[in-house]
C-alpha cells in the first residue's frame, strides 16, 4: 500500500509548480470573497487529482508491470480510494488554513460551527468519487470520464424527475429542505460521514469485482 501510495505522491509531485500557481490564485481569490472560496475550491482540486492519477497509470502502462509485483489487485483498488481521501483532505486543511488566515486578515473570525461545517465538503467529494472512481477502473482514465459525466447526467436527471414528481404527487420538497437546514451542524456533518462512509464501501465492492475480472 505505501509503495502505491508513494508512487502516485511522486507522479502528482511533477505537478508542484502548477499547485503552487493553484495556491497563490486561491490565496488572492479568498482576499476579495467574504464565504470560504478556499475550502470548496482546493477541495475539489484535490480530490480531482485522484482522476489525474490514473491517467499517469494508463500513460504509463504501468499495471501489467504493477500485477507482476506482489500487489493485488485488490490493494491497488484499496490504494486509489485511500489516494482519494487523503488529497481531498489535504485540499481541505490547506483550504481551511487560508480561510482562517484570511478571516483573521479582515478581523472576522469563524465561529466553530461554521468551521465544522466546512468539513462536509471533505465527505461531500467523497460521494462524488463514489460514483466516479467505478467507470476509471472499468474503461480507464480517458473512456471513464466520459463515463463518469454519463452518470453524472442520469443522476441529475433522475433527481429532476423525482422533484417534478414529489410536486406532482403533491410533495412539498422545499419543505423537506427546509427541515434538512433546520438539523444542528453536528447532524448534518455527521449524516453526510455516514451516507459518504456507505457510498465509498459500495463503489468500492464494485470496482475491486471490476478489477479482479479485467485482464491486464
Not at 480510494?81 to 489535504?90: A, I, K, R, S
Not at 488554513?97 to 468551521?115: K, Y
Not at 414528481?165 to 419543505?175: K, N, Q
Not at 438539523?183 to 456507505?198: D, E, H, K, Y
Request: hydrophobic share 55%; glycine share 6%; proline share 3%.
Amino acid at each position: 500500500m505505501r509503495g502505491l501510495l508513494e508512487k502516485d505522491f511522486r507522479l502528482l509531485k511533477g505537478q508542484k509548480n502548477f499547485f503552487l500557481l493553484i495556491l497563490i490564485i486561491t490565496v488572492l481569490l479568498s482576499l476579495n470573497s467574504e464565504d470560504n472560496f478556499a475550502v470548496t475550491y482546493l477541495t475539489f482540486i484535490a480530490g480531482f487529482l485522484t482522476i489525474s492519477s490514473f491517467s499517469y497509470d494508463d500513460n504509463g502502462n504501468c499495471l501489467p508491470f504493477l500485477m507482476t509485483l506482489p500487489v493485488s489487485r485488490k490493494l491497488y483498488v484499496q490504494s486509489k480510494y485511500l489516494l482519494g481521501f487523503l488529497l481531498t483532505t489535504l485540499g481541505w486543511l490547506c483550504g481551511m488554513i487560508i480561510s482562517v488566515a484570511v478571516a483573521l486578515f479582515h478581523r472576522s473570525l469563524p465561529l466553530p460551527g461554521e468551521l465544522l461545517f466546512q468539513l462536509a465538503w471533505v465527505f461531500l467529494w467523497m460521494i462524488m468519487l463514489a460514483f466516479i472512481l467505478p467507470p476509471l477502473f472499468k474503461y480507464g482514465a480517458e473512456k471513464g470520464r466520459m463515463a463518469t459525466l454519463a452518470i453524472m447526467l442520469v443522476l441529475m436527471a433522475v433527481i429532476f424527475a423525482a422533484s417534478k414528481l414529489g410536486e406532482e404527487l403533491g410533495y412539498d420538497m422545499d419543505s423537506y429542505l427546509n427541515a434538512l437546514t433546520g438539523l444542528s451542524t453536528v447532524v448534518l456533518v455527521a449524516g453526510m460521514a455516514v451516507v459518504a462512509l456507505v457510498m465509498v464501501l459500495i463503489s468500492y465492492s464494485i470496482s475491486a469485482k471490476i478489477v479482479e475480472k479485467k485482464e491486464y
